[in-house]
């Protein structure tokens, strides 16, 4: 069954530290998302990904955030200069057009810790 | 007022036992309900998806929509103790344009043990 892959599992870094997650979609899915989730709290948006550009954004996801998709299967999210509060596990999720565009399909997560 | 609420439990039933997770929200633009099973240091896993109000039934587990109490549920029969995991429910606007994109807005999630 195709699945959503992540790498890496976990990623320390320092603050101020530029950190690159990344992510391979299912292969026929054309709407990319990441997510997070702080310990405890709500799975939260960051943004949205579909036709080589962003369609949305949520606040979180300001200036420190980008989203790239640099070939056919891999969908990064980058954070330019770690702060303390971005520890959390990033998700990234992958779905299909048309009727299917909300079943949203999750990866296994990147646990960011910044030191 | 939070846009989406989900008691966060935990809840303890015995195996075989049925099982009821709910959760509230006060955006009435929703459309799009779907129920994740989060197991410990994992990723959601989408178990149930429902387009607007009404019942969706898939094996152990059926979906309700009550848009008109902007409430939904989870059942599950015959609870088994692999079930034990944190449930979230996420729902999203029926929001045409961008690529249809829909963000999806998360509840808490309820932790769920099913003792054997």
């Known amino acids: 069954e195709p699945e959503v892959t992540q790498t890496p599992s976990h990623q320390v870094t320092q603050m101020g530290q530029e950190v690159i997650l990344r992510c391979v979609p299912i292969?026929?899915?054309?709407?990319f998302y990441w997510y997070r989730q702080i310990l405890g709290q709500k799975v939260e948006f960051l943004v949205s990904f579909y036709n080589n550009e962003i369609s949305e954004k949520s606040e979180i996801f300001d200036d420190q955030f980008s989203v790239e998709r640099p070939d056919g299967s891999n969908f990064t999210l980058k954070i330019r200069s770690t702060k303390l509060e971005d520890s959390a596990m990033y998700f990234c999720a992958s779905s299909l057009t048309s009727d299917k565009v909300n079943e949203q399909f999750f990866g296994p997560g990147t646990r960011l810790t910044v030191l | 007022q939070k846009e989406v609420e989900q008691d966060p439990g935990p809840l303890s039933v015995p195996e075989g036992a049925i099982v009821s997770l709910n959760c509230t929200y006060s955006?009435?633009?929703?459309?799009?309900f779907m129920w994740y099973r989060q197991y410990s240091r994992k990723g959601p896993e989408l178990l149930m998806y429902?387009?607007s109000s009404g019942n969706k039934e898939d094996g152990r587990f059926t979906a309700q929509v009550d848009k008109s109490s902007k409430y939904i549920s989870l059942f599950i029969r015959d609870s088994q103790p692999s079930d034990s995991a944190t449930y979230l429910c996420?729902?999203?606007?029926?929001?045409?344009?961008?690529?249809?994109?829909?963000?999806?807005?998360w509840g808490l999630g309820t932790s769920l043990a099913v003792n054997p």
């Open positions: 996420a729902m999203s606007a029926d929001r045409r344009g961008a690529g249809n994109n829909r963000k999806l807005i």
């Open positions: 429902t387009y």
């Open positions: 292969s026929n899915h054309l709407y």
């Open positions: 955006n009435s633009a929703f459309q799009y």
